[in-house]
């Protein structure tokens, strides 16, 4: 398991927005290392690796969504499907990773990732029409959610520094067997599986309150 490309994004225009403004979701491979520290709070546009951030900051970033995480196998399927090569970095993730079961990871799993960063699975990532628009497939939205291949969103727990080739470890899984994919499908087309969030301490506040009001609890 390891870390194919780390990537950091470059503002640009989003005209898919529906006003002026821009989005980071351009993220491109850096070379050498890049610092990794716990970003401020949600609101500010800040994340978690240096030279990055949000722009839509109601939605993106803070520390809950510090790192975003996709799997180079799943991007492998996607190419497969859409007829065409997806770049690492192209889906908007921070860590392209190789052998990692990204969707199959537990809300609440560490991994160590290098000598020093030790992250924390949080969430999933929820498609949003930015990301529609940057890929320009009408349908997206719909397509990506019916695959419940959402990617990761990690805190950072241990700041350090990480790079392209790093190896990941996973350190810590929690005694429940809510993964990542399970949590995106009660999320979006699946409210059925929502009760069992409930139970899962390191899903954000903002999901966990999101569920009590869904679910009466």
């Not at 975003?68 to 090569?85: I, S």
């Not at 940057?134 to 520094?161: M, S």
């Amino acid at each position: 398991m390891k870390v194919l490309s780390v990537n950091v994004g470059r503002p640009r225009p989003n005209p898919w927005k529906g006003g002026p403004g821009d989005t980071g979701i351009d993220k491109r491979p850096v070379d050498g290392p890049v610092a990794v520290a716990v970003p401020g709070p949600k609101g500010t546009g800040a994340v978690g690796l240096a030279g990055d951030r949000v722009y839509d900051v109601r939605h993106h970033g803070g520390p809950d969504q510090a790192v975003y995480a996709y799997a180079r196998e799943d991007l492998d399927g996607w190419e497969a499907e859409l007829g065409a090569p997806l770049a690492g970095g192209v889906f908007g993730e921070n860590l392209t990773t190789a052998g990692v079961d990204v969707n199959g990871a537990l809300i609440g799993e560490r991994w160590r990732v290098g000598a020093d960063v030790v992250l924390e699975v949080s969430c999933p990532r929820v498609p949003c029409g930015t990301f529609q628009g940057w890929l320009a497939r009408d349908g997206w939205i719909r397509r990506f959610t019916e695959a419940a291949l959402p990617g990761a969103y990690l805190r950072v727990v241990e700041p350090g520094n990480i790079r392209a080739a790093d190896p990941v470890e996973i350190v810590h899984r929690p005694e429940h067997d809510v993964t990542v994919a399970v949590t995106f499908r009660a999320l979006t087309r699946e409210p059925e599986l929502l009760p069992r969030l409930l139970a899962v301490d390191a899903l954000p506040e903002q999901e966990r309150e999101m569920v009590r009001r869904r679910t009466g609890a």
